[in-house]
Each structure stands twice: as C-alpha cells, then as structure tokens.
C-alpha cells in the first residue's frame, strides 16, 4: 500500500491543484468522505462545500467546490467541478 494520494482538483477552465497528499475529505450527496491511501474505488457526486487536502508536506490547501464529481481509484483522487479558493 503506497503512502500517498497523488490527487488533482480540475475545473473547466484549468488544473487548480495538483500533487500528493496523505489524506483527502469532500462532501458527497452519500454524505461527508474521507479517502486514505488504499481506498476501495469510488465514484461519486460532489455537493457544495469545502474539499480538504492534507498535503504530503504536512500543509493543508482547502477549495469551496460547487458541484462536480469525485472519482477515486488506485490511489489516485480527480475532484471535477466549479472550484473557487
């Protein structure tokens, strides 16, 4: 099992972020989900709110998502929707 994410936070005009990271957490219309390295496939529909990044360096980086999806497999996360910092 690897020791981290390699997650990217795309919107329809650019990459907004990019890189590894140890731990991510999003609100889905299941309700709120946090992925670990390891983390079975998942593919879900993001609602508004925050997406929380804790990055590999020990940083955090928040984004207020608007909508979008969250796919994760083979410790890899894509956030896709409306992002604002």
């Known amino acids: 099992m690897s020791s981290n994410l390699t997650v990217e936070v795309v919107s329809p005009e ?13 609100r889905t219309l299941e309700g709120d989900l946090g992925v670990l390295p390891g983390h079975a496939p998942l593919l879900g529909v993001l609602v508004d709110g925050k997406v929380s990044i804790k990055v590999a360096d020990g940083s955090s980086q928040e984004f207020n998502i608007h909508g979008g999806f969250i796919s994760v497999s083979n410790d890899r996360v894509s956030i896709l929707g409306e992002a604002s910092d």
């Not at 650019?14 to 999003?26: H, L, Y």
């Open 14 to 26: 650019k990459r907004v972020w990019s890189g590894e990271a140890t731990m991510v957490s999003a």
